[in-house]
Structure formats: C-alpha cells, structure tokens
C-alpha cells in the first residue's frame, strides 16, 4: 500500500518534443505529490508538486495532470530541452510527512 | 550560503568500521530527514526529526543512529559498517512535517 510505481525507466526524446512520466500510487492517504529533478552528483530538487483537490497545475514548461479516482498522475514536459536531461522521480506523501519515491526515470534530450 | 550542506561528500572506508555523516541547514527549518539511495537510484526514507524529535524510523538497522543536537543539524553515525550500506546518503529538511523537502547534495559511502 506504500508503493508508488513509476514509467518508463528511461525515456529518449528529441530536443522541442513531450516528455510524458507516468506515476501511480495505490494508498489514498496519500495528498502532496511532488515531482523530483536530480542531475548526476546532486541531490533531488523539488520541480512541481501537487495536491489531490486539483487535476493539473502548470508551472513554466513543467506540467502535472492528476488523476485522483484512477490514482495516477503524470509529469508532462513541454518543449524539451537538452538541459532537462536528468532523472526525475515522482513522489507521494501522507500527512506524517513520508515521502514515497516513485523508481525514477532517466530522461535524455537528443539535440 | 548552501541550504542544506553535508560532509563529508564521499567517505570511503572498510568493513567493520563506524562512521559519521553531518547534515546543516541554515532555512530555518523545523524538520530534518535522512534518506539512502542504492546503486539502482532509489531512494527510502530512513529518519525524521522534528524540532529534535524523532517522528518517523523506518525499517533500518539499529547500527544506523541519527543525532539532533538542534534543530539545524541531523546525524548520522553507523556503526559496523557492512558492504550493503555503500549508498548515497542525503540529508533534507522542510519548514514543517508535510511541507516541501529540500535536499543537500549527499553522501557517498563506499564501504570496501
């Protein structure tokens, strides 16, 4: 019940394409569900998050759309660039503060 | 003016031994965690502490100790060192429990 599943593990796309990471939880207590960026060498850094009382919260180039009855949310990255080559890990946590890491996917921008 | 700071960055050491991590952060935060990431990238929770009290200590070895001397330092020594704790360690913090982390750039233990 603790878990939160990520895809694809890796992703390849063309510089100015979509990126789209999919991420599903199966505990309902869960309500912040922040998206993770970490470059090789740092820690992760907080991208965008989101609470289950809304369905999409955009932020830049940086979008995610949430699903609260299919229990899924995605991280769409618009206008992809080279720059954003990192990986990235969703996450989900409960009101005791544990934060749930999704597997991580490895998202490489081609030039 | 690095948020969260920990050393050492790498420490490499052998089997057996008992080592420390330092975890600083100068947000003014109440609440501090250490988190493990293994070889595959991924990353569990181990502690949190919250304005110096433990509040979350997940599954984890009783080698693993976290300190709070105050609210701005966690950490962690262990004890014993064994070849499954080579991971990067990081530290984070947030203004409260259920607001958003920030994490330090970690901790790499390489245990020979």
Redesign the interface.
């Known amino acids: 019940q603790q878990q939160v599943k990520q895809s694809p593990q890796s992703l390849i796309v063309q510089k100015g394409g979509i990126s789209i990471i999919n991420c599903a939880y199966e505990n309902t207590a869960f ?2 569900f ?1 998206w ?1 960026q ?1 470059f090789p ?6 991208l965008i ?1 989101i609470r289950p009382d809304v369905s999409e919260k955009k932020e830049g180039r940086f979008t995610i759309s949430f699903n609260k009855s299919a229990k899924q949310f995605s991280l769409h990255i618009m206008d992809s660039q080279p720059g954003d080559s990192a ?1 990235y ?1 969703c996450a989900a ?1 409960n ?7 999704g ?2 996917t490895e998202l490489s921008v081609k030039p | 003016d690095t948020a ?1 700071s920990q050393t050492p960055k790498y420490l490499v050491t052998q089997m057996g031994n008992d080592k420390s991590i330092k975890c600083e952060q100068n947000l003014g935060h109440d ?1 501090m ?1 250490w988190y493990k990431q293994d070889s ?6 181990m502690f ?1 502490y ?1 304005n110096k009290e433990l ?2 200590n997940e599954t984890v070895p009783n080698r693993f100790s976290p300190k709070s001397p105050d609210k701005a330092h966690l950490n962690l020594h262990i004890n014993s060192l064994e070849l499954g704790d080579s991971a990067v360690y ?1 530290c ?1 913090s ?1 203004q409260f ?2 607001q ?7 901790t790499r233990l390489s245990i020979l």
């Open positions: 309500d912040y922040p993770y970490q060498g740092k820690g992760p850094a907080l998050a990986t890990f946590e009101q005791g503060g544990k934060l749930i890491f597997q991580g | 969260v609440t965690y595959k990238k991924f990353l569990k929770i949190s919250n509040i979350i990081f984070a947030s429990v259920d958003p982390q920030h994490f330090g750039d970690g």
